[in-house]
Structures are given as C-alpha cells and as structure tokens.
C-alpha cells in the first residue's frame, strides 16, 4: 500500500463500530443517512440526499478533467439478535450489521477523507451510500430517482468484505459474479381432517412432500449441467398435530441462476412440477413467483483495472481471480446492467471457523479497515489520474 493514512485509522475503526452501535434496516437507515451526510459535509462534498430514499451522494470535484468514477457502499443492516458479546454491539434490538455494510461504509467514509484531503485526482468522484441492499433493492431504487443522470459515472465498483478468503485477499472474477435471485412461495390447498380417516381428506402433506421432492429433479434434469442453478425449498410448513390431517401445506422455495433463458426455463419448470403434482392428488396448488435481483455481471476492462490495481497495491501473491461466481445474490447487480464496473471481494478471515455472513456472532474485521479504505483511495486517484 503506498498512501500512508495511518492517522486516520483510530477515526475510521471507531465510525465502524458507531455504524455497528446503531444498525437500521433497509429504507429505514435514518440515523446512518444523518451521519453519513454530516461527515462528508464536513469534508466539503456536495451531498445529495434522499435517492432511494435513505440513499445518498457525495460529489468531489478536482482539476477540469471530465471523466468520474462513482464507488459504492451499501449502509443496511439486517433483522438478526446480536450475539457477538462486543461492547459496541448493537443498541437497536433485533437488528444486526451482520453482512458487514458497517465496514463497508467506513472504508468508504475513510477514503472519503484521504480522497479530500489529497486532492490527487482529476475528475469527479462519486461515493454512493445505497441503502437497503439486503432487502429493497436499494440500487435499483436510486438508478429510478436518476443516479446515473444526475451523477454520471464513467465505471462503477463496489466490493464485500468475505470472512471465507484468506485476509487481505482481493477476489476478482470477470463476468458472472453473484447469481440471480428469484423466490416462490407454494400453497397446496388440500381438506383437513382427522388423521386416522385419511380417505376423507386430501392431505396436503404428502402432497407438499411430492411436490418437493420433484422439484429436485430441475436442476439435475431438465438444466444444461454447466448452467449453475439452485432450486433450495427453505422452508415447508403444515400441520400441527399427528392426528390431524391439515388444510393446507406452505413451502417457500429460493431460486438461484445466471442465464435468462434458464430462468425462464426454472420458473416454468417449477410451476408445472407444482400444478402437475398437485393435480395428481386431486389438489390445487397456489403459486406466488417473485423475480428479484439480476445476476450481478462484472465487466472485462474494469475487471481487468481493479486486478492490475490490486496487484500494485496489495502484492499479486494475494491477488486471486475467483474459480467460480457465488450462487449469492446483490442488487449491485442493477449498476452494472446500466454501467460499466466490476465488484470484488475483500478477504476478512480471522481464523478457520469464522461465523460466516449473516450470523448473530459475525463482527466484520477491523483489520480490513485500512486496506479497503486504501484500496478505494487508489482505485479513485488511479482511475481519475492527476495531471
Ligand atoms: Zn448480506
Ligand atoms: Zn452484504
């Protein structure tokens, strides 16, 4: 790393664990928002509020070249009991920054500084606090209040903190990066009744149970076995009682894949396995099939950028091009589609059995700080070179 920042690191850990103090859900990051807004203010930004709504945008202007970077951090948290032991865990019950977005924004607000204090670009820079990643589509709903209009970006990056990759690992992948997400919910309409007179009822249990256990065949039968995709039924519920035959079965099923044509492909598939064996048991079955994000797809020349940068400035031997896209999903996804970009990861393992994302005890890594936060302040001043 060539930018000494080291006084800077004591403010940038204690933002992240204020961040952590007061985590907010997606669309609610009120308070995040404020003191977002506030630090870079301070620092003479132009902010911009309230795209997507608890969004916003800081806007740094240098020299008179015309070419802009935007970088982006997401800002929400997620419905999780803490149970890290921390002493700056959560104050907000049931809400967690369990995915790291805390770090996130913290490395973006330290490179905020450096950035501003610097002044070693020239061009525009624009830092993009997106809310409700994890839930809304934050990104999606800031590029419809007119991101890319009113702040246009040449590229586009964004990055996750990973407590799965050696730490200070920088994980890049041109191409198919994170899957696609859509979700289903199932209803089998059966006729409930005692569960010692099976014949006249119609149970929607074993039906459920069929209906599952077809679904297991679209992705080894009727999917090209090179298109990665996952059909997961996360949940089945009915019934109460072993005597009791209930009237209804629910399961709720997350689909994951790359290609469009596949998706099609699964959402049909899925219906009809749903309604045919439904059909078999003289049931109905009612489908609610939602389309979410967009398969996150990372450009080549900016891949390419952000891997030659990394190499520079964290050493080619913690450089890796990740072997295969993750079946995960992220609304980055959404910038991507309307702008050049890449998204990476940032390793953060502390040890071998680390709590993964999303976990009561998962804490994001302090010890990442100054290498997200530097890495962003050259990503910016590379990207925008100074004459
Ligand atoms: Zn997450
Ligand atoms: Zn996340």
């Known amino acids: 790393m060539t930018i000494q920042f080291s006084n800077h690191m004591a403010e940038i850990v204690a933002i992240r664990r204020h961040l952590h103090q007061y985590p907010e859900l997606g669309l609610s990051e009120f308070n995040t928002s404020d003191f977002i807004a506030g630090e870079l203010t301070e620092l003479g930004y132009r902010v911009t509020r309230g795209l997507g709504q608890t969004g916003l945008v800081a806007?740094?202007?240098n020299g008179t070249g015309n070419r802009s970077v935007g970088i982006r951090a997401d800002i929400d948290a997620l419905p999780i009991e803490e149970e890290t032991g921390v002493e700056y865990a959560s104050k907000n019950k049931g809400l967690m920054h369990a995915c790291g977005h805390d770090g996130h924004t913290a490395m973006l607000l330290g490179a905020a500084k450096i950035l501003a204090e610097r002044k070693n670009f020239d061009g525009t820079i624009h830092l993009i606090f997106q809310p409700a990643e994890e839930n809304f589509g934050g990104a999606k709903l800031m590029i419809d209040d007119g991101l890319f209009e009113r702040f246009p970006c040449d590229a586009v990056f964004g990055l996750h903190n990973d407590p799965s990759l050696p730490f200070g690992q920088i994980g890049v992948k041109e191409g198919p990066m994170m899957a696609a997400v859509d979700e289903c919910r199932l209803i089998v309409n059966g006729r409930g009744g005692h569960g010692?007179?099976?014949?006249?009822t119609s149970d929607p249990i074993v039906c459920g149970a069929s209906i599952i256990m077809a679904l297991q065949t679209i992705a080894s039968r009727n999917i090209h076995p090179l298109d990665p995709t996952v059909v997961t039924v996360g949940a089945f519920h009915a019934g109460m009682a072993s005597n009791v035959i209930p009237e209804r079965a629910e399961m709720k099923v997350t689909i994951r894949s790359f290609d469009p044509n596949v998706r099609d492909e699964?959402?049909?598939r899925i219906r009809m396995i749903a309604e045919g064996q439904a059909a078999s048991y003289g049931m109905s079955v009612t489908i609610d099939y939602k389309r979410g994000y967009e398969a996150t797809i990372?450009?080549?020349?900016?891949t390419d950028f952000v891997r030659d940068l990394a190499?520079?400035?964290?050493?080619?031997?913690?450089v890796v091009d990740l072997p295969r896209p993750s079946m995960g999903s992220e609304d980055f996804a959404?910038?991507?589609?309307?702008?050049p970009g890449s998204?990476?990861?940032?390793?953060t393992r502390r040890t071998d059995n680390d709590p993964p994302l999303h976990h009561p005890r998962f804490d994001f890594n302090d010890d990442a700080l100054p290498i997200g936060t530097g890495f962003w302040v050259e990503l910016a001043e590379a990207y925008l070179p100074a004459r």
Do not use: I
Request: no cysteine; hydrophobic share 35%; proline share 3%.
């Open 59 to 61: 806007t740094l202007k």
């Open 196 to 200: 010692a007179e099976p014949q006249d």
């Open 266 to 268: 699964l959402e049909r």
């Open 298 to 302: 990372n450009h080549k020349a900016e």
């Open 311 to 318: 190499r520079r400035v964290v050493g080619a031997d913690k």
């Open 334 to 339: 959404y910038m991507l589609a309307e702008r």
């Open 343 to 347: 998204y990476f990861l940032l390793g």
